[in-house]
């Protein structure tokens, strides 16, 4: 079975500094995937090479995504794609409502893929459903995108995203970042409500804890810039026991 | 030295132009001498240059050179390419007055049953058989400003609109200026539009031109006086063609306590320029000004605001923002003059420009001339691109880079928009600044 994203030899630069060293990763669909490691990893250039943000510098390697060459599409091909990265500091958007903004997205995403647009009472039944589902109140959706929001209110917005748009590939990018347990819990159960044999999962943290409430069925361990140990579950809680020291050695 | 022969030249065009046309502008005896005084005092000062301080980013000599010969009357094509153009220009609701190349057209415009208290005649009319006194205040603005000058010796119609005092209507008046494009050619208008006590109105003014036209002038100016606690509307909307210039002007009196909510969006003509001057003549008054500039190619589009604060506890609120792109630039000069007598005056003018290019120019000149001490008063500016960050965010949610670009614009110019008060004109610019938005796509 082909891999439904298959990262391979992946060297990228920023600026004149190389941050993954020929990283190689492979995630089947249905599967979820976590990638742990120590800050300055290169946990978070990777999700961000895989989302195509600009600044990155790809001197080897590829990327494909149901086959295809990811790093030749713009941002916006990915998403249509069905790719999605859930940012770890989503940015706030004064004068955008929330709701201008989720229906432009997704009838972009829909116009791209030869879709038809939702009309707008499917639209909104749509929305509704979902934000109740993660307790995302309406008058959070009347607002700009993330003006104001607590760091748990833009977790939920991501995830809502998430569920809207429904991508195949899903990068969670530090989720648990600046969440307190009750907030993470709540995140937590929105994707895990969202996991499904169709949709693929990579979950980045450099905790364990997030991985109590999102389980995951590969756990990889990022060091200076490449993968440098796979294992099952049991993998984080050994990190958890021992920390990443070792693994540094390993890298180095 | 070239710039005295280049304005000899422009003068003696034009000199002939005016000695070729005033036989058909409006008005005789009297009017005429007005004119014969304007037209010297245009032609000692000439065309405006970087030199007068005033105009100093927006120098008429080098970007306009010289003034194109008066705009015949439009004939019945004219007319059928200004109706079409006239579909494109709707606000719900609202009674249209449209001038094609500078002449009243009736048959475009509404003027049958006008509410009770509400008059409405063409400067032409007024001209030629007004009384006067109404005569004297069309031409009260003087000749200070070479531009309004040459109006005052060129205008040949426009529309003159009385509010009975309390009277208040929701139904907008839409003044329409269309260029039928026929001919290169320049017109001149003027309107006046006087607002009895306790009045309230509703003015939006639209500048197009018909499909094809190529390069025309406007020059137009709108005198306008608000009586005590009388509230005015108002909407500008410079949409004209590519080659076109519109140099338009306003003078604006505010009685005490009145109220002026007025908005202007530039997306439209090569060169243009937007002067007003705001006189608060009666303690309480309160003005909100907001702009919006929309500029692509090679355009040029200054505004240029004088908030005059002559009397004490009055307030004003200026938002204006640019959006630039290409090779565009935008001039926004705001002075706020706050006399010794002007007490409580609580004056506030914020402006920011978005550069969607290396070469992109915002200029931005505030100036404060503040004679009174206990005022609150103050200015921000600031400019900058469209930040990467939001960019990658929308992209990354599948919308493409201009999709993306423009709700980012949109939200820019959100704040400025959504300071009009009145729900139809807050549409009539959110669909203009669609057109722009749509057209850059």
Not at chain 2, 201 to 208: G, K
Request: proline content about 3%; overall charge negative.
């Amino acid at each position: 079975m082909m891999a439904l994203l298959e990262v391979r030899n992946l060297q990228v630069r920023v600026e004149e500094r190389e941050i993954l060293h020929g990283l190689s990763l492979a995630v089947n669909q249905g599967e979820v995937h976590a990638i742990m490691g120590p800050n300055g990893s290169g946990k978070s250039t990777l999700s961000h090479v895989i989302a195509g943000k600009p600044g990155y510098e790809v001197t080897s390697g590829e990327i494909l995504f149901k086959g295809e060459d990811l790093l030749e599409m713009s941002p916006d091909e990915r998403a249509a794609k069905g790719v999605f990265l859930a940012f770890q500091y989503p940015v706030e958007i004064p004068g955008v409502a929330t709701m201008n903004f989720l229906r432009t997205a997704l009838n972009a995403q829909r116009k791209a893929r030869g879709e038809s647009e939702y009309s707008t009472p499917d639209f909104l039944k749509k929305v509704r459903e979902v934000a109740k589902s993660l307790n995302i109140p309406q008058e959070m959706l009347r607002r700009g995108v993330n003006v104001g929001f607590s760091g748990g209110e833009k977790k939920r917005n991501e995830i809502l995203q998430m569920a809207l748009f429904e991508p195949s590939l899903c990068i969670l990018d530090e989720m648990d970042s600046g969440l307190d347990i009750d907030a993470l819990r709540v995140a937590a159960d929105g994707v895990n409500a969202l996991r499904s044999p169709d949709r693929a999962m990579v979950v980045i943290t450099h905790y364990q804890r997030l991985l109590n409430y999102i389980v995951p069925d590969v756990v990889h361990v990022m060091s200076k810039g490449r993968v440098v140990k796979s294992g099952g579950k049991e993998l984080a809680l050994e990190l958890e026991a021992s920390g990443y020291a070792q693994f540094e050695e390993v890298a180095a | 030295m070239n710039v005295a022969v280049a304005k000899t030249d422009t003068g003696r065009v034009l000199s002939s132009a005016f000695a070729a046309a005033r036989d058909q502008l409006p008005g005789g005896g009297k009017i005429a001498e007005f004119r014969r005084q304007a037209f010297e005092a245009y032609d000692r000062a000439g065309l405006p240059h970087r030199r007068i301080e005033d105009w100093k980013y927006t120098d008429l000599r080098a970007l306009m050179r010289d003034i194109l010969p008066l705009a015949p009357a439009p004939d019945a094509d004219a007319l059928n390419r200004a109706a079409s153009a006239l579909k494109l220009q709707a606000v719900q609701g609202a009674r249209r007055l449209v001038l094609v190349d500078g002449v009243f057209a009736p048959d475009l415009s509404e003027t049958q049953d006008l509410e009770q208290g509400l008059g409405v005649r063409t400067l032409r009319e007024v001209l030629e058989a007004g009384d006067a006194a109404l005569q004297a205040q069309l031409f009260a603005p003087g000749g200070a400003d070479a531009m309004v000058a040459l109006n005052s010796a060129m205008m040949t119609d426009g529309v003159v609109i009385d509010f009975a005092d309390g009277v208040i209507l929701k139904r907008p008046l839409h003044i329409v200026h269309i260029a039928s494009g026929a001919t290169p050619a320049a017109m001149f208008t003027r309107s006046m539009l006087r607002l009895g006590k306790q009045s309230g109105a509703t003015l939006v003014e639209s500048y197009v031109a018909a499909g094809g036209a190529g390069a025309y002038q406007v020059n137009d100016l709108l005198i306008t006086a608000i009586g005590d606690r009388a509230r005015l509307d108002h909407v500008r909307l410079t949409e004209d063609g590519r080659e076109a210039f519109n140099i338009s002007s306003a003078m604006v009196t505010l009685g005490a306590h009145a109220h002026f909510n007025t908005f202007g969006m530039t997306s439209g003509a090569s060169v243009s320029r937007y002067q007003a001057t705001i006189v608060f003549a009666g303690e309480g008054a309160r003005v909100e000004t907001n702009g919006v500039n929309l500029l692509n190619g090679r355009q040029h589009a200054d505004t240029t605001l004088v908030m005059d604060h002559a009397v004490p506890n009055c307030g004003s609120r200026e938002i204006f923002r640019a959006v630039v792109d290409d090779r565009a630039h935008s001039v926004f000069q705001g002075r706020i003059i706050v006399r010794p007598k002007a007490q409580k005056t609580d004056a506030k003018m914020m402006t920011r420009a978005l550069l969607l290019s290396d070469e992109a120019e915002a200029d931005n000149k505030p100036e404060l001339e503040i004679f009174a001490d206990d005022v609150t008063c103050g200015h921000g500016a600031t400019s900058g691109a469209l930040d990467e960050s939001l960019l990658f965010y929308l992209r990354a949610r599948g919308l493409p880079e201009k999709a993306a670009q423009a709700l980012l614009i949109q939200a820019f110019v959100g704040e400025a928009i959504e300071s009009i008060a009145d729900d139809g004109l807050r549409d009539a610019a959110i669909t203009a600044a669609q057109r722009w938005l749509e057209a850059r796509a």
